[in-house]
């Protein structure tokens, strides 16, 4: 079992900054690569980015690219989402989650079905 919470979200103006923190818990850290997927009113939830187990890979959607920076410290079982120049596009319930079945330390999953498990997510409001 890996448990999850995520911290960070709250109101921001369009161009500010904002960092999210994911906390787990359950299992060693280092052993599953984690990934950050958001969810905006009225629409399906989407990834946003990745990172492998060991933290050297690191996969980005699009909207994200340029933007936003995804890290983990292992010694603290944390993940961050570093997210700059946002826009209320952005708006959206962000969610972190592991994937605990992947044995390839570099693999960065981007697909939901490849996470097993998920935080109950954090709000991100951007304001124009």
């Known amino acids: 079992q890996v448990q999850l919470v995520e911290s960070g979200g709250e109101l921001v103006q369009a161009g500010g900054s904002l960092r999210l923190s994911c906390a787990a818990s359950g299992r060693t850290f280092s052993s599953y690569a984690m990934g950050w997927f958001r969810q905006a009113p009225g629409k399906e939830r989407e990834f946003v980015g990745g990172?492998?187990?060991?933290?050297?890979?690191?996969y980005y959607a699009d909207s994200a690219k340029g933007r936003f920076t995804i890290s983990r410290d292992n010694a603290k079982n944390t993940v961050y989402l570093q997210m700059n120049s946002l826009n209320p596009e952005d708006t959206a319930v962000y969610y972190c989650?592991?994937?605990?079945?992947?044995?390839?330390?570099?693999?960065?999953?981007?697909?939901?079905?490849?996470?097993?498990?998920w935080g109950q997510g954090t709000q991100v409001t951007v304001s124009s």
């Open positions: 990172v492998s187990r060991s933290g050297r890979s690191t």
């Open positions: 989650a592991a994937d605990t079945r992947s044995s390839t330390s570099y693999y960065v999953p981007i697909a939901e079905y490849e996470y097993d498990y």
